[in-house]
């Protein structure tokens, strides 16, 4: 299944989309204030989110799995997935691997695929929380701040092995997520875990690469529900500074207890020039991996507020690794992940929209009221106009989704390969 730039075109001219007339009373209203719509187009336009392999095939739970149909079996079409969303929308230029789900078998050729449909290699992501058969040592009772040597051996070395292959890849980053931790108290001393997982970490950091970046994820619970090891961004803050320069924290949104300020997290590692990669996704009550602003579309929009402030104030922080991750069992995987797609580039305009200059003025002058309507007066804008006339700028259909349903992408996939399929991942 191929969808060519000149079907997408075609598309887009029959459609008649009359974005231009919106896009039109947008522009007008900002001018009285002293921001310029192209100028959010063109950052829009330029965003690029990582897509991860293991979101193509409809997810499991521990209690199921349905097949969607025409899911990718090999990570050659893993690739076609993604070459499908990123021509759709021209954001998703880049996938995120995940080692051993997606051990490339020919290098070469999976980077043609990759080439082909003009998709970069992002941050690898290494696995040790699943025993692989014919594994010499057990992830059982953790790996990288297991009490056994062994484990934490075989942890460190297929990190090493991951780093070496996104090295052949051309990727530049290797994103760490450890569910290493406890069940029931007084199974592991606290301490001794957190010392083994920092000299683990800084073994792994030695075997970084010049120009890689090392990240380090966190999460309060699950699969672990007593302790785990590494559950916040203290603690991963924590690890990456003893590690050094090049390791940061990422931050994942559905890794908060309830009510956490995830908004004022990112603040503050920008501020200390340490946040390093992102995953979204939405929850209502732990890790859901839920379409990115099904749920709480206003915290993501307060979230990416802080980061859009920390892009233009926090040189010292690097430019973010963007991923999604979110996959589910009852949606069509890549109709979800163009609705990712679309809520996070939302929440990116909308607070490219708020008037910082304004803000300033009536933090200083304490007057909180305005405060509030600043934040709401862009988060009740309707931005989309934005995003169409992003797309079509770039070459993407104005409308992905619909474009999706009209060319009859799922279809076309389940009679290519299957009805009862499955793609590799959770
Ligand atoms: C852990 C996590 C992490 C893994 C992915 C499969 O919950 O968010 O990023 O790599 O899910
Ligand atoms: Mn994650
Ligand atoms: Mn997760």
């Known amino acids: 299944m191929k969808i060519t730039p000149d079907k997408i075109s075609d598309f887009n001219?029959?459609?008649?989309?009359?974005?231009?007339?919106?896009?039109?009373?947008?522009?007008?209203?900002?001018a009285k204030q002293d921001v310029s719509i192209d100028d959010i187009v063109s950052k829009v336009a330029d965003f690029q989110v990582a897509v991860p392999s293991w979101a193509l095939g409809a997810g499991g739970t521990r209690f199921g799995r349905f097949s969607y149909g025409g899911e990718p079996a090999s990570l050659e079409q893993k690739l076609d997935d993604i070459g499908i969303l990123h021509a759709l929308t021209r954001s998703a230029g880049a996938v995120s691997?995940?080692?051993?789900?997606?051990?490339?078998?020919?290098?070469?050729?999976?980077?043609?695929?990759?080439?082909?449909?003009?998709?970069?290699?992002?941050?690898?992501?290494?696995?040790?929380?699943?025993?692989q058969d014919g594994a010499e040592a057990s992830y059982k009772f953790g790996s990288l701040?297991?009490?056994?040597?062994?484990?934490?051996n075989y942890a460190i070395q297929h990190n090493l092995e991951v780093i070496k292959i996104g090295k052949e890849l051309g990727s530049k980053s290797?994103?760490?997520?450890?569910?290493?931790?406890?069940?029931?108290?007084?199974?592991?001393?606290?301490?001794?875990?957190?010392?083994?997982?920092?000299?683990?970490l800084k073994s792994i950091y030695n075997g970084l690469p010049e120009d890689w970046k090392m990240f380090i994820e966190y999460k309060p619970y699950e699969p672990n529900f007593y302790s785990t090891i590494i559950q916040d961004w203290g603690t991963s803050f924590m690890l990456?500074?003893?590690?050094?320069?090049?390791?940061?924290?990422?931050?994942?949104?559905?890794?908060?207890?309830?009510?956490?300020?995830?908004?004022?997290?990112?603040?503050?590692?920008?501020?200390?020039?340490k946040l390093g990669g992102f995953h979204f996704n939405d929850s209502k009550y732990g890790d859901d991996d839920l379409t990115v602003g099904a749920i709480k579309p206003y915290a993501l929009f307060l979230i990416f507020n802080e980061l859009v402030y920390g892009m233009q104030n926090n040189p010292q922080n690097p430019n973010l690794a963007w991923m999604i991750d979110a996959s589910h069992n009852t949606k069509d995987p890549l109709e979800d992940l163009l609705q990712s797609l679309e809520a996070i580039l939302i929440a990116y305009a909308?607070?490219?929209?708020?008037?910082?200059?304004?803000?300033?003025?009536?933090?200083?002058?304490?007057?909180?009221?305005?405060c509030q309507e600043i934040l709401q007066d862009a988060y009740r804008t309707d931005v989309r106009p934005v995003l169409k006339a992003a797309r079509e700028k770039s070459g993407a259909a104005i409308n992905p989704l619909q474009v999706y349903r009209s060319f009859g992408v799922r279809d076309a996939l389940i009679k290519e390969r299957g009805s009862q399929t499955k793609a590799t991942g959770l």
């Open 97 to 131: 691997l995940h080692i051993p789900w997606d051990i490339p078998k020919d290098i070469k050729a999976i980077k043609e695929v990759a080439a082909s449909h003009e998709i970069a290699f992002d941050a690898m992501n290494s696995n040790t929380f699943q025993n």
């Open 350 to 370: 909308q607070a490219l929209l708020v008037d910082q200059e304004s803000l300033k003025v009536a933090q200083q002058e304490n007057d909180v009221v305005k």
């Open 240 to 273: 990456a500074n003893a590690c050094g320069e090049r390791a940061y924290t990422l931050v994942d949104l559905g890794h908060h207890l309830p009510n956490t300020n995830i908004e004022q997290i990112v603040a503050t590692l920008m501020f200390k020039g």
């Open 145 to 152: 701040g297991n009490i056994r040597k062994d484990s934490r």
């Open 174 to 200: 290797l994103t760490v997520w450890l569910a290493d931790g406890a069940n029931f108290p007084g199974q592991a001393n606290f301490q001794t875990a957190l010392q083994n997982t920092e000299n683990s």
């Open 13 to 30: 001219k029959n459609q008649g989309d009359s974005y231009v007339a919106e896009l039109d009373f947008l522009k007008n209203r900002c």
